[in-house]
């Protein structure tokens, strides 16, 4: 695939010299951000070098600094931090852009090609771009610094209404799981009954030291005897009836492993 993006790249470009760069979804590939190759290329052009496209090919102007250029597959590309500023201005809809944006930044976040922190650091020293406004909310999003609180409201409105169906009670705020006097994780929405804790994760549960945390606190409420399920807020609002029927399930079977140890706790000794 490389030599074919090679051979876009040097059409469209001039050898790609003098400030033209790989950029966008084709420099996300290169830095290891997407598994798949995007189809049409795309190529970053100085502001007055005006080309005509070939086909397959998509053409962004704008200068990039020293600093902002690298080279991946042996072709000047733009800098992991230019290459997701571009993904902030793709042309498809908000929330199109939003949900690519979370699954970039996690990437690079995981391959630790550039932190949170330091790519928050570049758009504030950055001139104005298109979709700054939704790169600051997605960075504030996966920082945990936006609450989820709405999201959370939805979900449990679901949630409540599969739980009284079964004829169990959802509890009305987070619930604190305790080992004897210790909180050791508190359940966004719990069934109590059986032990069940279900968790609406916002974007920074993506990042792998978030997951980390989140991996030692399930393990301390399992060994507490409890059931943790996690969804993220992006599934709970594409695919509500998907959501709401694996929560059933998960009560089902809960419920069905509650009865037949019951059963075999009353069965007669022989």
């Given at each position: 695939m490389v030599p074919a993006l090679v051979r876009a790249a040097l059409e469209a470009g001039h050898a790609l010299e003098a400030g033209q760069l790989v950029c966008g979804p084709s420099a996300a590939w290169l830095?290891?951000?997407?598994?798949?190759?995007?189809?049409?290329?795309?190529?970053?052009?100085?502001?007055?070098?005006?080309?005509?496209?070939?086909?397959?090919?998509?053409?962004?102007?704008?200068?990039?600094?020293?600093?902002?250029?690298?080279?991946?597959?042996?072709?000047?590309?733009?800098?992991i931090g230019l290459t997701i500023r571009d993904f902030a201005g793709l042309p498809e809809p908000a929330a199109g852009r939003r949900r690519r944006l979370l699954h970039v930044i996690a990437t690079a976040d995981a391959l630790r090609l550039i932190t949170i922190d330091a790519l928050a650091a570049q758009v504030q020293a950055a001139h104005r771009f298109r979709g700054r406004p939704l790169l600051q909310r997605v960075?504030?999003?996966?920082?945990?610094?936006?609450?989820?609180?709405?999201?959370?409201?939805?979900?449990?409105?679901?949630?409540?209404?599969?739980?009284?169906?079964?004829?169990?009670?959802?509890?009305?705020?987070?619930?604190?799981?305790?080992?004897?006097?210790?909180?050791?994780?508190?359940?966004?929405?719990?069934?109590?009954?059986?032990?069940?804790?279900?968790?609406?994760?916002?974007?920074?549960?993506?990042?792998?030291?978030?997951?980390?945390?989140?991996?030692?606190?399930?393990?301390?409420?399992?060994?507490?005897?409890?059931?943790?399920?996690?969804?993220?807020?992006e599934e709970i609002d594409a695919h509500p009836e998907a959501f709401t029927r694996a929560i059933r399930a998960t009560i089902s079977a809960l419920l069905a492993r509650q009865s037949s140890s019951r059963g075999d706790h009353c069965s007669p000794r022989r």
């Open positions: 830095h290891g951000l997407l598994d798949h190759a995007p189809t049409t290329v795309w190529i970053r052009l100085s502001q007055g070098d005006r080309h005509s496209a070939p086909p397959g090919v998509l053409l962004r102007y704008g200068p990039a600094a020293a600093t902002e250029r690298v080279r991946r597959a042996g072709l000047p590309t733009t800098s960075l504030d999003e996966l920082r945990g610094e936006l609450s989820h609180s709405g999201a959370e409201a939805r979900a449990r409105r679901m949630v409540r209404d599969v739980v009284a169906a079964s004829g169990l009670r959802l509890h009305p705020r987070p619930y604190a799981i305790r080992q004897g006097r210790r909180v050791v994780a508190e359940a966004d929405l719990a069934v109590v009954a059986l032990r069940y804790d279900i968790e609406v994760d916002g974007p920074h549960h993506l990042l792998p030291a978030q997951q980390a945390k989140d991996r030692h606190r399930d393990r301390r409420a399992r060994a507490e005897g409890w059931t943790v399920d996690r969804f993220l807020v």
